[in-house]
C-alpha cells in the first residue's frame, strides 16, 4: 500500500502565477506612486503594501510546512500499519 502522490505543479501555472504576483504588485506601487496625496502618505501605503506581501509570504509557507508535516506523520503511521499487517499470520498458533 503506498500513499498516493500529490499532483506536481506544472511550470505554465507557475510562469502564470509568478507574473500574476508580479503585475499585481508593479500595479499597486504605480497606483500608489500616483496618488494625488502628500508623500508621507504614499510611503505610508507603501510599508502596507509590502508589509502585506511579506505577510502572505509567511502565511503560505506556514501552510506548505503545515500539510507537510502532516503528510510525513501519515505516511508513518501507513508505514507502520504495513509492517504490522505483513507480520500478522492468522493461521499462526
Known amino acids: 500500500m503506498t500513499a498516493p502522490v500529490p499532483p506536481k505543479t ?3 501555472f ?3 502565477s509568478a507574473v500574476s504576483f508580479g503585475v499585481a ?3 499597486l506601487g504605480v497606483g500608489i ?3 494625488p496625496v502628500n508623500a ?3 510611503a505610508f501605503l507603501g510599508i502596507g503594501l509590502l ?3 511579506t505577510s502572505a509570504f509567511t502565511l ?3 501552510i506548505r510546512d503545515h500539510q507537510e508535516t502532516v503528510s510525513v506523520v501519515h505516511r508513518v503511521d501507513q508505514a507502520r500499519l504495513d509492517k504490522i499487517l505483513t507480520e500478522h ?3 499462526r498458533g
Do not use: E, I
Open 51 to 53: 508589509y502585506t506581501v
Open 25 to 27: 504588485l508593479v500595479g
Open 14 to 16: 507557475f510562469m502564470q
Open 10 to 12: 506544472t511550470s505554465a
Open 40 to 42: 508621507w502618505m504614499r
Open 89 to 91: 499470520d492468522p493461521f
Open 60 to 62: 503560505a509557507k506556514c
Open 33 to 35: 506612486a500616483y496618488l
